[in-house]
């Protein structure tokens, strides 16, 4: 058959080679297990669930043999992949008899299998199958692995409430952008939106503080087990966040002995109450919801915040004094310091590691060499703080606001001037991989996270801030550090893979150009 177009893969392979024809997909083709892992199973029953609607074939999967596996068929395998592609790495070939992915692990093969559902034609994204097209994957041979291993995305459900179905539909469309990490910010002044069965009020006061219907709701510890299970059945890891020790009003309200007068206070803007460091019972309450926390995701990080945590109140509590002259502290930075050390020590002790916004490194308190720094202060500290992390021994993950906050317009307003907006040629040429940084220091940097913080984003409003940027993030975050041809070649491959979103149900912004210090 001709030669199908070119498809608009996104991310864009390490290597890739196109190749004259394309693999016709018929009724009689199978997907074919070259092994026997269950975890090769589960990849093919996945790749057939999204390719039967809209291919409007059978696709039935059988175990590959001689006779079986030449002829076509799709062939997925956990063996014969070149070495040094890692876990996540994979090979794929598509001829015009056949296609085949191959890779060393199972999150290497469920990547291979994305990339494959993009060699298709454009409807193969939907639900329907395209009248007289027949589906085609275009010929290749790919060998393929991510830049960085940690390429996550951040949803505040504090401040807004998003459904469990409404975090499904992007946890799907993650897997397909080949992320591998999703932050989910569970408690802010604004709500507390996971239920901790040792303290009820926390959902039935901390979770309505704010008006407005999507301000409201929390997620039953049962909901959040069916969001890690979801998730880790397309290889993405879910780190909650737990807030400590600002952002925290909502569980103030819920439990008032927490904050240091007893009586917290919801001000406009920024809240000024913090836990109150100088109450064991602080302690007591942080370390329960800890416990109840790492018994619903399995993850070996949790979150903890730390960042704008303003000192006022501690340093009008006696009780916060005592505790800076008892544990011989030196301020209230170091007190804060004191607070995340106790903190990372004990969930030290249920197998995690803390992971803390860049201000955990103000304090002058030693951090637990395993501590991960999130670096999200840039308009003002450039690269500052990832590049302290990183000599300092800390692995770092990077999230510099002008480059990552999905909050941020695409173009200046009112409110928002031009150092505050995000476009797409600012993502695709950032640097998350701060310069000056040794060979030792750099495999400190994980990779990186976008931001999608809550303060005004409605669930209907959402698509159009996340799209397409984050295809941006996504190629940032995956791609080689060259990134093939170009921002040109990148942009006519978001401007066809817009086309693909709408089928997938997803709206998007306008995919134009902007004049930024990337074009």
């Not at 979103?501 to 134009?512: D, E, I, T």
Request: proline share 7%.
């Amino acid at each position: 058959m001709p030669d199908s177009p070119v498809p608009s893969l996104i991310p864009r392979p390490a290597r890739v080679e196109w190749k004259e024809g394309a693999f016709e997909l018929r009724r009689t083709t199978r997907i074919l297990l070259g092994d026997a892992s269950p975890e090769t199973a589960r990849v093919a029953q996945y790749l057939a669930a999204k390719l039967r609607p809209a291919a409007g074939l059978p696709l039935p999967i059988a175990k590959a043999s001689a006779r079986s596996a030449a002829k076509r068929c799709i062939t997925l395998s956990l063996s014969g992949a070149q070495a040094g592609l890692g876990d996540e790495g994979y090979e794929l070939e598509a001829t015009p008899d056949g296609a085949a992915v191959r890779a060393s692990a199972a999150s290497g093969l469920f990547w291979g299998a994305q990339t494959l559902r993009q060699l298709g034609p454009d409807f193969l994204m939907g639900e329907r199958p395209a009248r007289e097209i027949r589906p085609a994957l275009r010929c290749c041979a790919i060998a393929d692995s991510p830049r960085y291993s940690w390429r996550g995305f951040m949803f505040d459900s504090g401040r807004h409430f998003q459904s469990v179905p409404f975090l499904k539909r992007y946890i799907d469309l993650f897997a397909y952008l080949k992320l591998n990490r999703f932050h989910w910010h569970l408690t802010e002044d604004q709500g507390w939106r996971i239920e901790i069965k040792r303290y009820p009020e926390l959902t039935k006061i901390g979770s309505r503080v704010d008006p407005g219907e999507q301000r409201h709701g929390f997620y039953t510890q049962d909901e959040a087990r069916d969001i890690v299970d979801y998730a880790a059945a397309r290889h993405i890891l879910v780190i909650p966040e737990i807030e400590i020790p600002g952002h925290s009003l909502a569980a103030m309200l819920s439990r008032p002995r927490l904050c240091c007068t007893g009586k917290p206070v919801k001000n406009p803007g920024h809240q000024r109450d913090l836990y109150c460091a100088g109450r064991e019972e602080t302690f007591e309450f942080l370390e329960n919801v800890l416990t109840e926390i790492c018994a619903i995701f399995p993850a070996p990080f949790v979150h903890i915040g730390g960042d704008e945590a303003p000192k006022e109140r501690w340093r009008e509590c006696k009780r916060c004094q005592a505790r800076i002259r008892n544990e011989g502290l030196k301020n209230e930075a170091e007190l804060q310091g004191y607070v995340t050390r106790r903190v990372a020590d004990f969930l030290a002790t249920k197998g995690r590691r803390i992971i803390g916004w860049d201000e955990i490194l103000d304090s002058g308190v030693a951090l637990p060499r395993d501590a991960i720094i999130h670096w999200w202060r840039h308009r003002t500290g450039g690269a500052e703080a990832a590049i302290r992390a990183a000599r300092q021994g800390h692995d770092a993950i990077a999230s510099p606001n002008s480059y990552t906050y999905l909050s941020f317009p695409t173009s200046p307003t009112p409110t928002h001037q031009l150092e505050r907006t995000i476009d797409l040629p600012k993502i695709w040429g950032a640097n998350f991989t701060p310069d000056g940084l040794t060979a030792e220091e750099r495999g400190r940097i994980l990779g990186g996270e976008a931001c999608l913080w809550g303060e005004h984003e409605l669930e209907e409003e959402i698509d159009y801030k996340v799209f397409p940027r984050l295809l941006a993030l996504a190629e940032l975050l995956w791609s080689p550090a060259s990134r093939g041809q170009g921002f040109a070649d990148f942009y006519g491959r978001v401007q066809r893979h817009c086309r693909r979103l709408s089928l997938m149900g997803f709206a998007h912004g306008p995919a134009f150009r902007h004049v930024s210090e990337a074009e």
